[in-house]
């Protein structure tokens, strides 16, 4: 958005001094002790989070002010703080500036305690130093730069993960690697989207989303270097491997976009087999390419290979000779002055933010009459005389309760033009018409914070009655006003999705280390996952086959809601042939399918389990040393 994240460099140093000298015991009575010490708010649950973490209001200058105190019945975890503004987490850029956020905090951590001892901090990726008995770690999170609290316990126990993760990865080499990634993107390939792989020479496999199907094509031996040229003996091996010989175009194959998880894998896996088939050595060979046609660029940094050089030069040309409609092509016109007129408005204002307020601002802003005032609708819209193509203004009720004012300050795009979303083009209008906005609020009301105004990230002003704040829409530019109290009632959902952010990662956590598991199973190797007597789930290696059993007990107690999504999840129904709820996965697997293998041999037991409850998991009879996912819960026990 053209100005940094602000963060609370000063505020997190006072905490991690306060922390370095506290007498931490990783106890329930430490998070009141704490709070009180560095002056937070009582901490309290979180809206319906009975059984979960608790949050401190922190009184930190950013805009979510909150910390989570996190753990389980083995006591206090992690304390996680937010100490920076917060950029929408999907626009180009914001990591950028949240990475540079971040180096700024750890330059000024480094000023008062050295380089950092760790590249790891508690449950995520950062930068972390050691003191007595904490750790003191920076990372980012979900939008924010955060600063967490780590139980020294914790801190080994996610090091020691990392390790695990980090050896399992290499063992299964580049190759291995790719396939794991190839699999994902393709499982989420739009419809219409483009990948294209190529390796010197000419040699490319691509793929095709259609409404049902993915169709697959490998270069054809005449079109690439003869240096490459397939032999008799590579073609039959394509053959083997399910390509389909060229007729007229290139080797194809397809599979239904139906076909599930593991045919995915399969397909990914059939593609490595022929990229090395025709030549390829390392994956360091490969560059990739993806699109929508007539569409956006798509992300293939999660392929862990390199972009091809030329892609957005090219389609960025045929954007221009494509462009649908002259309207769309040239400026977006947005009129600033007018919006900044209301703005002044809206700070002079004596809001009551009810109903009441529609007539009165209505007035105020000299606007045309609303036109339905009394009917009590949820959105009320007034026309305004700004110089749009569409000037109105919508007030968003709540019942009696007045939510938000939005003004539109630009013309339309008319997006639904546009079968398969903006254009990349389009989309940079709009964004330029939307910076436009932000510098002409700047230079009047001075540098913006990154904030949220309802249910959108942007640019915000806070005052001491409303917030304003400009935000990019789908089809406009947008000047919100809402009430300051917004604030601190969205930081309650803020906080909750925090913490159901935090348990599915535990849940991610668990969910790995159960894979890996599965993966060192040896023939006749048995997997058991134990939920209290008699709910138990089975996992058993027989040559190339990994077989999941549910107890014929624990299925008996499952309700036939859980049982219909068993099915749906692959799951075998009990008949006469084999009495018991199954699973079969043929070998080799992609670790994406033993962690699939992993959580549906959880999830039915989860529904019969409380929400605190141990999972034991035990590896030909013996117990091992995988932690159960926790509630954020913190218990009590000796030292508390």
């Known amino acids: 958005m053209g100005f940094e994240v602000r963060v609370d460099t000063a505020g997190a140093v006072e905490i991690v001094r306060a922390a370095a000298g506290f007498g931490w015991r990783w106890g329930s009575g430490n998070v009141s002790e704490f709070s009180r010490l560095v002056g937070w708010s009582s901490p309290q649950p979180v809206g319906t989070l009975r059984n979960g973490p608790v949050f401190s209001r922190t009184g930190l200058s950013v805009w979510w002010d909150s910390a989570m105190f996190w753990g389980s019945e083995r006591g206090l975890d992690h304390v996680r703080i937010t100490i920076s503004d917060c950029p929408a987490p999907t626009d180009a850029g914001s990591r950028e500036l949240l990475e540079a956020a971040l180096a700024r905090a750890t330059a000024v951590f480094t000023d008062h305690w050295g380089e950092p001892e760790s590249a790891d901090a508690g449950p995520a990726e950062g930068v972390a130093w050691r003191f007595a008995n904490v750790f003191a770690g920076l990372t980012i999170g979900f939008d924010t730069v955060d600063l967490l609290l780590v139980n020294p316990t914790a801190q080994r126990y996610w090091m020691d993960r990392r390790h695990e993760l980090a050896r399992r990865r290499s063992a299964a080499g580049g190759w291995g690697r790719f396939a794991e990634n190839l699999a994902g993107f393709l499982e989420t390939l739009p419809v219409d989207g483009r990948l294209v792989i190529t390796v010197p020479g000419g040699r490319f496999v691509q793929f095709e989303a259609g409404p049902e199907q993915l169709t697959g094509e490998l270069a054809r031996s005449e079109f690439i270097d003869p240096t490459w040229r397939y032999t008799p003996e590579i073609e039959q091996r394509l053959i083997d491997q399910g390509w389909t010989p060229p007729r007229e175009a290139n080797w194809s194959r397809t599979l239904s976009r139906r076909a599930g998880s593991v045919a995915m894998s399969g397909l990914a896996l059939r593609t490595v087999d022929a990229l090395r088939t025709v030549g390829a050595t390392a994956i360091t060979e490969l560059v990739a390419d993806a699109w929508v046609e007539g569409g956006p660029d798509l992300d293939v940094s999660v392929l862990d290979v390199p972009p091809h050089p030329t892609s957005r030069s090219q389609r960025a040309e045929f954007l221009r000779r494509h462009a649908t409609y002259d309207f769309d092509a040239g400026p977006l016109r947005v009129d600033v002055p007018a919006g900044i007129e209301i703005a002044r408005a809206a700070r002079d204002f004596d809001w009551t933010w009810t109903r009441a307020d529609l007539a009165g601002f209505a007035a105020a802003a000299g606007w045309k009459p609303v036109h339905d005032s009394d009917t009590g609708e949820r959105t009320v819209w007034a026309d305004t005389d700004l110089r749009v193509d569409d000037p109105r203004a919508r007030f968003c009720f709540d ?88 604030r601190d009632r969205r930081l309650i959902i803020e906080q909750q999705r925090a913490a159901h952010r935090a348990h599915e990662r535990e849940w991610a956590q668990f969910f790995e280390e159960l894979a890996g598991l599965i993966a060192d199973l040896t023939e006749p190797g048995q997997l058991t996952v134990d939920a209290g007597e008699p709910h138990r789930a089975r996992i058993d290696r027989d040559h190339d086959l990994l077989r999941l059993e549910l107890a014929s007990a624990a299925a008996r107690a499952l309700s036939p809601r859980v049982l219909k999504l068993m099915l749906r999840d692959g799951w075998q129904h009990p008949d006469h042939r084999y009495p018991l709820w199954r699973i079969e996965l043929r070998l080799p697997a992609l670790p994406r399918d033993l962690r699939r293998l992993a959580r549906r041999a959880v999830w039915p037991l989860r529904t019969l389990m409380p929400p605190a409850a141990p999972l034991r998991v035990l590896l030909n009879g013996l117990d091992q040393p995988v932690r159960s996912p926790a509630t954020g819960a913190i218990g009590g026990g000796a030292g508390a």
């Open 399 to 486: 019942g009696d309760r007045l939510e938000a004012v939005c003004v539109t300050l630009s013309d339309s795009i008319e997006s639904f033009l546009y079968d398969e979303g903006l254009p990349a083009e389009v989309r940079e209008q709009r964004d330029a018409a939307h910076a436009r906005a932000v510098d002409g609020f700047r230079a009047e009301f001075g540098v913006p914070r990154h904030g949220v105004l309802g249910q959108s990230h942007g640019p915000a002003w806070p005052d001491a009655g409303l917030t304003l704040g400009v935000i990019a829409e789908t089809d406009t530019v947008e000047l919100y006003l809402v009430p300051a109290a917004d």
